[in-house]
């Protein structure tokens, strides 16, 4: 099978209002297209919205988890230190 469909990306986007958004998809060129185009119910109103950094994962379980980790207090203090 094709490696490029069985990979799954953890993203974090910049919002207009200096806010982050973190989220996971199997199709991240299809899911920012959702997030620009106001199909996001999370990021419509905070357009538009410019990718910081993604992380690309094999296995869709890893994926979640660091999209989990990424939103809890020590995720986002991370985040904060490496990437914003």
């Known amino acids: 099978m094709d490696n490029i469909s069985q990979s799954w990306t953890v993203y974090i986007l ?3 209002d200096d806010s982050n958004y973190v989220g996971c998809t199997n199709n991240l060129e299809a899911r ?3 997030h ?5 119910l999370s ?3 905070r357009l538009p ?7 690309v994962f094999k296995d869709k379980y890893k994926a979640f988890n660091f999209e989990k980790y990424l ?3 020590s995720g986002r203090a991370f985040m904060k230190k490496r990437f914003i």
Request: hydrophobic share 30%.
């Open 71 to 73: 939103k809890s207090g």
């Open 32 to 34: 920012l297209d959702r």
């Open 49 to 55: 919205i410019e990718i910081v950094t993604y992380f």
């Open 14 to 16: 910049l919002c207009s």
């Open 36 to 40: 620009r185009k106001g199909q996001v």
């Open 43 to 45: 990021t419509k109103n």
